[in-house]
């Protein structure tokens, strides 16, 4: 069974319910004309029911057909429309659930599973969006590509552009990106350009570009997104559809819980989900706007000036999908928390010694899930999901650091 043909077209539309103000596809503002809030894409699944995708997604595991080896393009009924032959793809998100072992007695449960995004074409989960946004870039046709980014999403955005014959333009906060992201954008021909100043301010002085040419690709682009939503499909097709009681995300700029948030509704929405699991977003406490932006009543967002953390990925004091973030958080009665440098660093020591690794970002979360099973908060027989989000080699120096501390 194909369904492709039967989609119909895709549009973006507020993210903010009470507005849902419409624009076209094509529409390069990035934000509401009407209300400034972010923007989200609006796809229709088709025809099909919730049964007979499950089953269409199961068979596609064993097609060698373009579009049925990537782990994103798999699910494609829940992606903006795009011909097989424009796909920009590099086969990503075909990515293992790892049992958890001496992590899990760690953390004090029985029941954990690492989903290591990490082991992705470039070795972080920003493959999974870039799929997407690239392969709708030059549907647009875009001629540069560029974002913002304490590293992973340059070095992502690098290798989809070079795949798809794009320039891309790198804007990277200086001192603040490991080296081997550095290297793996320079590896795949990108401009930098480095900006004195953290992530928020390399945000910024992409966002004045005044250059029409150019087509941004930081986690404000609704296409971004979209990709990174398929890791909750892939997930629950590699759990025959029975949801783990908790999801854990590391949270930086707050694009990926975004993500899985939408795909938790539209799952959800479709019947394809009878139990919603509760998300937990886990940030550094040195970068924690979101976790200050809850406690303070969750209207305005908390900006923390200056965010520091060893766990560079997420050194972010301003994110920028704070409320798609909130809205994830409330509509799967989840729970925002942070973590600091020395539980991130123990924490990153125990994947290395359960023989998974990650880089720092991504051990936020089993430090998070150890706190909140210490305070109650996450049963012994909880099943619980964390989500790794980069592979260990994109920061060795975080290892070499860390390990006179751990002895
Ligand atoms: N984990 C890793 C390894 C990351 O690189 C990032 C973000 C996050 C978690 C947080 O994800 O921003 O969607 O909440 N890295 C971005 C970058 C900011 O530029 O590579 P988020």
Known sequence: M??????????????EQECGTAVP???????????????????????????????????????????????VWRFREFLPEASEDAVVTLSEGNVPLIPGQKTAAYAGVKNLW?????????????????????TEARRQGAKTVACASTGNTAASMAAYAARGNLRARVYLPRGGTSMA???????????????DGNFDDALRALMNEQDPSIYFLNSINPFRIEGQK???FHLLDQMDWNAPDFIVVPGGNLGNSSAFGKAIRELANFGLLPKVPRMVIVQARGSNALVRTVRAGGHELEIVADPQTMATAIRIGEPK??????????FTDGLVIDVDDDEIIAAKAELGRDG??????????????????AGGAIARDARIVAFLTGH?????DAILRSVGKQG
Not at 54 to 71: F, Q
Not at 321 to 330: G, N, P, Y
Not at 392 to 396: G, M, Q, R, V, Y
């Open 2 to 15: 194909e369904t492709s043909a039967d989609l119909s077209t895709t549009g973006l539309r507020c993210s």
């Open 25 to 71: 596809r094509e529409y390069r503002g990035y934000l509401c004309p009407t209300c400034g809030n972010l923007l989200e894409a609006v796809v229709n699944p088709g025809p099909a029911s919730a049964g007979q995708l499950k089953d269409l997604w199961r068979e596609r595991r064993s097609s060698n057909r373009k579009l049925d080896t990537s782990g």
């Open 114 to 134: 690492f989903k290591h995004l990490g082991w992705n074409p470039t070795g972080s989960f920003k493959d999974l969006g870039m799929t997407a946004a690239v």
């Open 181 to 195: 992201k550095l290297a793996q954008a320079l590896d795949f021909g990108a401009e930098i350009q480095y900006v």
């Open 230 to 232: 398929t890791a909750i």
């Open 321 to 330: 999908s704070w409320k798609k973030a909130l809205k994830a958080i409330q």
């Open 356 to 373: 998974i690794g990650s880089e720092p970002a991504s051990a936020t979360t089993l430090a998070g899930i150890r706190n909140l099973v």
């Open 392 to 396: 260990a080699l994109k920061d060795t």
